[in-house]
């Protein structure tokens, strides 16, 4: 049975960089063991990936091993075939998810300021239509708000506090809602 198992990410699984200190992986071998510790109500599982990283990186020759092997596989598939597949919806970034939800919300509120101001009420499905796609851009605002709290790094304070982050989101949309409500009431 090898030591290690290089296809698996000890650095991601402890939350700490590729250049962290010896000092750093065992603060937060303590941390993470602490927080998910099977007695504490954590998952048992997790706890033995954690033992695994921490019994891997807290070694320093086990550590170069295990750098290499991975330095190595990699190397071989940046020059080896590698398939290629189209980009999912998380490959496009927080950013393009982002301007994704912009341009839906603009859109929807446009068509929806379009059918009340111009007084086409004959054509309300057009106004039923602006309504899901506004709808669609809450959703899709919501999904960029979750692709940039994973893009921070563990260790930004903003990351823990994602019950905050929802409460601010949602307390936006109500207000956005109220005063498009009291625009188109006017």
């Excluded at 506004?134 to 304070?157: K, Q, T």
Aim: glycine share 6%.
């Amino acid at each position: 049975m090898s030591q290690f198992d290089s296809n698996k990410d000890y650095y991601a699984v402890l939350g700490v960089d590729k250049q962290a200190s010896q000092a750093e992986i065992d603060r937060q071998y303590k941390r993470q063991a602490s927080r998910h510790h099977p007695d504490r109500g954590g998952s048992e599982e997790r706890m033995k990936s954690l033992n695994e990283a921490y019994r891997v990186l807290k070694d320093t020759s086990l550590r170069s091993s295990y750098d290499e092997g991975r330095s190595t596989r990699r190397s071989a598939t940046a020059y080896g075939f590698a398939p290629v597949s189209t980009p999912t919806a998380r490959e496009v970034g927080a950013l393009g998810q982002t301007l994704s939800a912009l341009l839906c919300l603009i859109g929807g509120v446009f068509l929806l300021l379009l059918v009340r101001f111009q007084w086409f009420w004959f054509l309300w499905p057009l106004a039923i239509l602006a309504l899901m796609i506004l709808g669609f851009g809450v959703l899709l605002a919501r999904s960029a708000m979750v692709a940039v709290n994973d893009s921070l790094p563990v260790s930004n304070r903003l990351k823990r506090h994602t019950r905050i982050q929802e409460v601010a989101f949602w307390m936006a949309i109500v207000s956005g809602a109220y005063g498009l409500y009291v625009v188109m009431t006017l």
